[in-house]
């Protein structure tokens, strides 16, 4: 969820957690993933929030991307689901799109590492 539009506190610390591979990616030079797996690697960015504002996910967006690409994960590669205007409880379950939204872009992923597995077979 989306609170005072930024990134709630238990992703946040997964993101501040992750310095250790920002200064080793870009201090110390040295690779984050194994080279067999850099460039194979997706993102997925989940996020709900209460207000009905178009822009309730711009503050959240920089600091997921800059997570993703320190872990190696391409902007190509990085998928996001994001669903206002779902303040109050069973809203998401009422939204129009999120649960089609959401199976659509489980498949979509499902799709693509299946496809990404094969050829590495």
């Known amino acids: ?3 005072c539009m930024g990134i709630a506190s238990q992703p946040k610390a997964l993101i501040d957690r992750a310095q250790v591979f920002r200064s080793r990616k870009y201090v110390l030079k040295l690779p ?3 080279p067999e797996r850099k ?3 997706m993102g997925i960015f989940l996020a709900s929030a209460g207000q009905n504002w178009d822009h309730v996910f711009d503050a959240a967006v920089p600091s997921v991307k800059c997570f993703f690409h320190v872990i190696d994960v391409k902007d ?3 998928h996001y689901l994001m669903v206002n205007n779902v303040d109050e409880k ?3 379950e009422r939204h129009p799109n999120a649960r089609n ?3 659509n872009l489980g498949k979509a992923v499902v799709a693509e590492l299946r496809s990404r597995l094969a ?3």
């Open 76 to 78: 190509a590669d990085i």
């Open 32 to 34: 984050v993933v194994p």
């Open 90 to 92: 069973g809203a998401i």
């Open 119 to 121: 050829v590495q077979g």
């Open 1 to 3: 969820p989306i609170f």
């Open 101 to 103: 939204d959401a199976i």
């Open 39 to 41: 460039g194979k690697r």
